[in-house]
């Protein structure tokens, strides 16, 4: 963990940080959307049960160092005419502020969604996968992070600001005595 730093949900409280966050270009396809949605949308989202986005703070500069909102989703795959949905965490929205890149805050984003998925299998929903649809610049930071691309079969809930986007996966494994999340590269 980052010294000197805490998880909170976006609020009003705090939407002043939001206005010194911008996303570096080279490290995203479209960092306009990720500045746009934490100033004018993530508020939004929250109150309406859309997302919950939590925003990861520097304590000592009082930051925005980057934010992760999330959603209940689903894992879908078709057999015949019959489409299925695994239980899944969506992460909606993933960035990290151009001044604080390459200082492992994307990593703390993902491990606390992580976290966040374990808490909830061991208290009130079941979630088997962790979805999103990454920028195609992100694509590698997220199979760093042990996402894997979807193979053709499998489909996540699509949104028009996503087409262009890859969809992704994390397998959970749970059970009553040992969470955690595994490599399923070669799995399914």
Known sequence: MIENAHF???SKDIYGLALGFKVNPSSCGNPE???NYIRW???DDNNAGVSTTHAFIDDENHALMGFVSLKASSLLSREGSMTMGE???EISNLAVSKDYER???GTELILHVIAEVLKANRGFAGIKYIV???DPKAVGFYEKM???KLREYFEIPR???NADCVPMFMKIQHNQDEARYVDVSDDE
Request: hydrophobic share 55%; net charge negative.
């Open 33 to 35: 959307h990720f500045e």
């Open 132 to 134: 999103l649809a990454a």
């Open 41 to 43: 949308s993530a508020i």
């Open 8 to 10: 909170d949900i976006w």
């Open 87 to 89: 239980p899944a965490l």
């Open 146 to 148: 042990e996402f894997y």
């Open 159 to 161: 949104q028009m600001d």
């Open 103 to 105: 200082r492992r805050v």
